[in-house]
Nanobody, 123 residues
Framework: QLQASGGGLVQAGDSLRLSCAAS????????VAWFRQAPGKDREFVAG???????TYSSSVKGRFTVSRDSAKNTGYLQMNSLRPEDTAAYYC???????????????????WGQGTLVTVSS
């Protein structure tokens, strides 16, 4: 089970850190990823971390967002800096023990999903 939190209303240029607490699985042996869905749009990949520590980012967030995990706390994070209005969306965390490093982006690769946490960025 995954529990996402940390969303909120911020202004453009601000930062937020989302958290994804896991129970019943460990991020030591599973990839963790973040997806987002803006109103009226499909859910899209944002960032992912393989169990080896390797990461992948979408081009729209690369250089601004950082995905990480704390194995001791069994929690994943998405640090979001320099937020823009187009980052407004519901953000979802996902985990999968069978995800391979070269294929972190597909939603179908993830077996476990958390509920969304809403991020709203005002201009």
């Amino acid at each position: 089970q995954l529990q996402a939190s940390g969303g909120g209303l911020v202004q453009a240029g601000d930062s937020l850190r989302l958290s994804c607490a896991a129970s019943g699985l460990t991020f030591r042996t599973a990839a963790v990823a973040w997806f987002r869905q803006a109103p009226g749009k499909d859910r899209e990949f944002v960032a992912g971390m393989h169990r080896s520590g390797g990461t992948t980012y979408s081009s729209s967030v690369k250089g601004r967002f950082t995905v990480s995990r704390d194995s001791a706390k069994n929690t994943g994070y998405l640090q979001m800096n320099s937020l823009r209005p187009e980052d407004t969306a519901a953000y979802y965390c996902a985990a999968g023990p069978s995800v391979i490093l070269s294929n972190l982006a597909p939603q179908s690769a993830y077996a476990y999903w958390g509920q969304g946490t809403l991020v709203t960025v005002s201009s």
